[in-house]
C-alpha cells in the first residue's frame, strides 16, 4: 500500500464530511443494518434519527481525518481508491459512512448542494456505477462512468474530498469549481428586455430569487464619457432584465431612476446634446428609450437641469422633470420603493 497518502477519494466517500447543514433525508430500508450501536440501525425510517447518527459519525471522521490513509488510482473511466485506518473505530465508521453514501448516490438523495462541484456531480449520478468492498481496515471502491464528463466530475471530486481527508474541517468550508469542460461552456447571456444592454444570465436554482411586486428606485449621480453609454444606466437596464428572465421565472417589478448630479444632462435630447459634447447625437437615449417602453419611470432632477444651464423643453419627451431629486427620492421611498444608489 502507498504509503505516501496520495489523498483521493472515490465512491463519493466522505461527501457529507463537507457539508454543515446534513440532508434529513434517511435513505430508507433498502440498506441493511451492519454497524451496532446505532438504535434503530440503518432501516429506520425516521428520518431525525438518522440525520442524528450521521451527523455524529462525519463529525467523528473529520476530527479524526489525520488517523485515514487512503491510496488511489486513477483509471480511463473513473477512480479506484482503498480508504483504510489502523483505528479500528475509525475503520468501521469509514465502512458505515461509504455504505451510506453509495446508497444516496443511486437513490439520488443529493446532499452539499451549495458547492457547485458537488451539485453538479449529483446531476450525472445515474451515470455513476459503484463497486465498494469491506477489508479489514477500511473500503476498497471502484467509481467509473461510461460519460468522459462524468468521469471527469468523479476525479474531480476525488481530488476535492482528498482536502478533506487532509485537512478536516479547514477543507469542509470551501466550495469546489467545476472542471472546465466543453459540456460547461461559457455562461449564456441574455437580454430579456432591454436589447443590447444589461446582459444578464439565467440562475434558477439560485438563492434570492426576483419577486413578483418588488419596487425599486435608483439614483443615479455619475457622469460618464460623452460620447458613451452611461454606466449607471446601463446598470438599470441589467436592474430590467434580472427581473425579465435571470430567475426561474419572470417577475412583476416596478423600477423608478432619478438622474441628478453628473448624471443630469444624459436625458437632453441629440441635438442640443451633439452641441453641448460635439458628439454625434445622444449615446444614452437608445437605452432610456427602451427602458421607458419596458415601463421604467425615468425622472430627472429639476434644479440639477437648471443649474447645469440646460432648459426642461431640451429633455427628451418620455423623461419627467421633476421638482429635485430630494423631493423625487423622499416621495418615492415612501410609496415603498426600495433605495438603490450608483455612483453616489
Known sequence: MNTSKIFQVTSLIFLFLSNPAWSQDDPGSQAKKKQPGYGHGRGMHQSDGRHEVDHKVFQYLLQNHDKIVRTVKELPDGVETLTESDVPEVAEKIKDHVEWMAYRVENRQPIRMRDPLFAELFKHTDKIKIVHKDTEKGVKVIETSDDPYVVKL??????????????????????????????????????????????????????????????????????????????????????????????????????????????????????????????????NLDCLHQLHEAGVEILVCGQSLIGKNAKQDEVVVFVDVAVSALTSLVNLQADGFSYVPLGN
Do not use: C, W
Request: charged share 25%.
Open 154 to 283: 468523479i476525479q474531480a471530486h476525488a481530488k476535492a474530498v482528498s482536502g478533506f481527508v487532509e485537512r478536516g474541517f479547514a477543507e469542509a468550508m470551501k466550495n469546489h469549481s467545476v472542471p472546465e469542460t466543453a459540456e460547461i461552456g461559457d455562461p449564456e447571456y441574455s437580454y430579456p428586455a432591454i436589447a443590447e444592454y444589461g446582459k444578464v444570465v439565467q440562475l434558477p436554482n439560485a438563492a434570492q430569487q426576483p419577486r413578483d411586486g418588488s419596487k425599486i428606485l435608483v439614483d443615479v449621480t455619475k457622469g460618464g464619457t460623452p460620447d458613451k453609454l452611461n454606466p449607471g444606466i446601463e446598470k438599470v437596464a441589467r436592474f430590467v432584465n434580472i427581473y425579465k428572465g435571470a430567475g426561474k421565472k419572470p417577475a412583476q417589478v416596478e423600477i423608478a431612476i432619478v438622474l441628478h448630479g453628473e448624471a443630469t444632462l444624459t436625458i437632453l435630447n441629440s441635438d442640443i446634446y451633439s452641441k453641448r459634447f460635439e458628439t454625434n447625437g445622444n449615446p
